[in-house]
């Protein structure tokens, strides 16, 4: 069977290009070896789907290369698939931070993006296993459980390495090396941390406490919720700056973002001298996490009158910049997406085709682009979904 365009994974971005490239008059079949498409979507965003970002900008991108993003996102913008899921008449709301979802379900989006495909003859193959693929002088040869397939296009959207109970692969990798591309090396993204010894044994005392702080990492700094697990740490905050620690990295954690601790604890100490300084603390932090700071920090628990011009300082650097050293994170098991994957220097930033195969394109997780969290990885995949689906 030939198609103008074959797009393995029918995922977010696999879904996007093809309903592009079909609207554009291609021919279009979509393989995937799952027996649904769109599964990822479907449980994101607590089954809401947090499907794109007010505030879309190359800096919310982890890449090689910071600048290869902007082409796609500038020519398919969040106001377009907003534009779209309104045209389907798809109730949605804003969360804190641009971050939009879906009123009703995750589903929502995924009947969209399935309906655009029907509207425009999208044939699907689910499940289909990809058995070989190879480079013909018109195009490509692949060897499918669903016979013999040819195409003059051949779109990569196999996503990453995360959430492999849903099915994820490295497929997309291996198709990427089999044709000499390189991999910047991949690893779990938007992923809980944990910590081993005497620092997980002391840290599970703080399980279930989530509190607004300010993390720190490399030159990465966001201000979101931190939740600790009888692990480690998870929350908006700590997914936020996984996608930048790196083993052996130490996080620092502002436990009260957007106040002066030392101004903070010398007013206390003014107006409240007789009060020791773990219940000071107490008035602003969680009980148990004074008690852990008291002992690992090895604070005075002497009234504040009678702090030193030194200590008052050194308690307030404590507050300020927790120091923390994760041992790993929880891998992609729990990541909600992968960082790394194909080289953007191998790929046109215009259409994602490569530059080393014609015909050849990547999209979505499997390249080297990663969302913070909060909907930027959604619409990566549209907008760049949506660049190869104009060039297929």
Known sequence: ????????????AGLMCAGTAAARG??????????????KILISGGGRCNFTNLDVSSAHFISQNPHFCKSALARFTAADFLAMVEEHGIPWHEREHGQLFCDRSAADILDMLLSRCRRHDVRMHLPCAIESVRKEQDGFRLETSRGILHCASLVVATGGLSIPKIGASGFGLDIA??????????DAGLVPLR??????????????????VCIRCRNARFREAMLFTHRGISGPAVLQI??????????EVDLLPGLDAAAWLQRQATGHPGMRVDNALATRLPKRLVALLMQMQSLPRRPLKSLSEREIPRIADTLAGWRLKPAASEGYRTAEVMRGGVDTRELSSKTMESRKVAGLYFIGEVVDVTG???????????????AAGQAA
């Not at 198609?3 to 393995?8: A, G, K, L, S, Y």
């Not at 913070?372 to 949506?386: K, V």
């Open 177 to 186: 090396r089999q044709f000499g591309l390189h991999i910047v090396d991949p």
């Open 1 to 12: 069977m030939l198609f103008d365009v074959i797009i393995v994974g029918a995922g977010a």
């Open 372 to 386: 913070h969290l909060g909907g930027f990885n959604f619409q990566w995949a549209w907008s760049s979904g949506h």
């Open 242 to 251: 996984s996608s930048y620690w790196q083993p052996g990295d130490s996080l």
């Open 195 to 212: 910590f081993t010894g005497p620092e997980k044994e002391a840290l599970q005392s703080l399980a279930g406490i989530s509190m607004p």
């Open 26 to 39: 291609r021919s279009v079949l979509v393989l995937d070896h799952a027996d649904r498409p769109g599964k």
